[in-house]
Every structure is written in structure tokens, then in C-alpha cells.
């Protein structure tokens, strides 16, 4: 099976004084049934020394990146300093790369966007329009505050909800691509997401 990197989110315990990395299990049951091998790599690697880092990273001889979903979006952030490390060593590698949710949004700043507030996207439904000839959901599900104000450079839309707002985009040169839903959330997953995932990974 091919390596996966999955880059998790960071939870803070103040009352244990813990700080830990966390993944959605559903995520990775989703990977292992679509026949990849997922790696969850912690936050905290990048302290490494960039050699060993980069070491590391290549000893797993990863196929792709996942920008998993969780946190907001701030550039100070330990979680936003490595997703920036990961993006650029995918660059170097040319890897694909998906953006889930707040993975998503990662890759919208990172790329001269802005996030703003939306209405009505945390625990709901909704059609997407498709932008494009490439087979897309028609339906998602969505759980977020916020969404990309407008498309970040060097990408392009590729779906958006019925009130205009920005769901999924995809880069013009390389093979990366933001969701704003997640696929793994639901009961029976659409194949289309199985589909693309397979084919953003091949």
C-alpha cells in the first residue's frame, strides 16, 4: 500500500498541562479501505534539525500529504509552520497534497487568501455547483465557521456551495486540492470522494 502522511491537528489540555497531536479515526479507516497506508506525522517534528527532518521524511517514502481538518489558521501557530514545511517539501518532491477543511483553509492563506466568517456551514448539508468537467459531489457535508474569501494564486474553484462561498479548489500546476468537507464524516461515503482520493494519490 502506498504511505500516506497525514498531518493531524493540535489539541491543548491546559488542566493536564498536555499538548497533543489528534486525528479522526474515521479518517484513517477511510484511507486503509481506499488501500493507502496511512502515517500520522506528529507537530512536533519540526523542531528536528532540517536534515534529520528531512531524513525522516523521506525514509517513509510517502506518496502524498493530508492536511487534516481541526485548528484555525494562525501563521504564528506550531501546526501552521509545519503544514507550510510540508507544503514546501511536496514542492521539492512534487507529492499531491489534500487539503481537508482547515487544511484547506491552510493552503487558501498560505496562497493570498483570507478566511471569512460564514453562515449556516457547521453541521449541515448542502449541494455544490461544479466548476469544472471533473466529477465532484453534488451534495457535502460541511462543518465550518469560516470559508476563502477568493481563490488563492496559481489555483482555481473547482465547486462551491449554493450561497457562493468557496468549497473545493485545486492547483493549476500541481497535483494539490482543497476540501472543504469531510469525506470521512459520512455514514456512507459519496464514491466520487473515494474516486478523486485515489486519483489525487495514484
Given at each position: 500500500m502506498k504511505n500516506i502522511l497525514i498531518n493531524p491537528k493540535i489539541s491543548i489540555n491546559i488542566k493536564r498541562k498536555e499538548i497533543n497531536d489528534q486525528i479522526d479515526h474515521a479518517l484513517i479507516s477511510w484511507l486503509i479501505k481506499n488501500s493507502f497506508n496511512p502515517i500520522v506525522i506528529p507537530n512536533k517534528l519540526l523542531s528536528l534539525p532540517k536534515k534529520k527532518?528531512?531524513?525522516?521524511?523521506?525514509?517513509?517514502?510517502?506518496?502524498?500529504i493530508i492536511l487534516s481538518g481541526g485548528n484555525e489558521v494562525k501563521k504564528k501557530s506550531l501546526r501552521y509552520q509545519f503544514q507550510s514545511y510540508l507544503l514546501d517539501y511536496s514542492f521539492k518532491y512534487k507529492l499531491p497534497i489534500l487539503g481537508i477543511?482547515?487544511?484547506?483553509?491552510?493552503?487558501?492563506?498560505?496562497?493570498?487568501?483570507?478566511?471569512?466568517?460564514?453562515?449556516?456551514?457547521?453541521?449541515?448539508?448542502?449541494?455544490?455547483?461544479?466548476?469544472?468537467?471533473?466529477?465532484?459531489?453534488?451534495?457535502?457535508?460541511?462543518?465550518?465557521?469560516?470559508?476563502?474569501?477568493?481563490?488563492?494564486?496559481?489555483?482555481?474553484?473547482?465547486?462551491?456551495?449554493?450561497?457562493?462561498?468557496?468549497?473545493?479548489?485545486?492547483?493549476?500546476?500541481?497535483?494539490?486540492?482543497?476540501?472543504?468537507?469531510?469525506?470521512?464524516?459520512?455514514k456512507v461515503i459519496d464514491e466520487i470522494n473515494n474516486k478523486r482520493l485515489k486519483k489525487i494519490f495514484n
Amino acid at each position: 500500500m502506498k504511505n500516506i502522511l497525514i498531518n493531524p491537528k493540535i489539541s491543548i489540555n491546559i488542566k493536564r498541562k498536555e499538548i497533543n497531536d489528534q486525528i479522526d479515526h474515521a479518517l484513517i479507516s477511510w484511507l486503509i479501505k481506499n488501500s493507502f497506508n496511512p502515517i500520522v506525522i506528529p507537530n512536533k517534528l519540526l523542531s528536528l534539525p532540517k536534515k534529520k527532518l528531512y531524513k525522516f521524511l523521506k525514509s517513509l517514502k510517502p506518496r502524498g500529504i493530508i492536511l487534516s481538518g481541526g485548528n484555525e489558521v494562525k501563521k504564528k501557530s506550531l501546526r501552521y509552520q509545519f503544514q507550510s514545511y510540508l507544503l514546501d517539501y511536496s514542492f521539492k518532491y512534487k507529492l499531491p497534497i489534500l487539503g481537508i477543511c482547515q487544511g484547506m483553509q491552510f493552503m487558501g492563506v498560505r496562497f493570498g487568501s483570507r478566511l471569512i466568517k460564514v453562515k449556516n456551514h457547521v453541521k449541515k448539508n448542502h449541494k455544490l455547483i461544479n466548476f469544472t468537467k471533473e466529477k465532484f459531489p453534488k451534495k457535502s457535508n460541511s462543518y465550518h465557521d469560516f470559508s476563502l474569501e477568493n481563490c488563492p494564486k496559481n489555483f482555481f474553484i473547482t465547486t462551491k456551495s449554493i450561497d457562493g462561498n468557496i468549497e473545493s479548489i485545486k492547483h493549476k500546476f500541481f497535483p494539490w486540492e482543497g476540501w472543504m468537507w469531510h469525506p470521512e464524516r459520512d455514514k456512507v461515503i459519496d464514491e466520487i470522494n473515494n474516486k478523486r482520493l485515489k486519483k489525487i494519490f495514484n
